[in-house]
């Protein structure tokens, strides 16, 4: 069974910073293309930033763009995404998920970040 477990989420003061962390278990990481969504109070899921499964690639939504940085490391499962600048309107539940042949298979259930004005 893959679990995908999310950490590091809390309150933070606008223009501060998080770290999300995603553990991968049950799967081999190293060969799965990673991602992170986020999803607001009464708004829909939305694509905050992708990584290739060697790291060589990644991608990222426009509102976020040289605010947040994806990494890697293989070695202990994980996947991480360093939030920098944060916006209130960066508040949401953030998911870690796993691609399967261009596809999103596998969800965590999500870690809470809310940033204060």
């Known amino acids: 069974q893959v679990q995908l477990v999310e950490s590091g989420g809390g309150l933070v003061q606008a223009g501060g910073s998080l770290r999300l962390s995603c553990e991968v278990s049950?799967?081999?990481?190293?060969?799965?293309?990673m991602g992170w969504f986020r999803q607001a109070p009464g708004k829909e899921r939305e694509f905050v930033a992708a990584m290739s499964w060697s790291g060589g690639s990644t991608f990222y939504a426009d509102s976020v763009k040289g605010r947040f940085t994806i990494s890697r490391e293989n070695a202990k499962n994980t996947q991480y995404l360093q939030m920098n600048s944060l916006k209130p309107e960066d508040t949401a539940v953030y998911y870690c998920?796993?691609?399967?042949?261009?596809?999103?298979?596998?969800w965590g259930q999500g870690t809470q970040v809310t940033v204060s004005p």
């Open positions: 049950g799967r081999t990481f190293s060969t799965l293309p």
């Open positions: 998920a796993g691609q399967v042949r261009g596809k999103y298979e596998y």
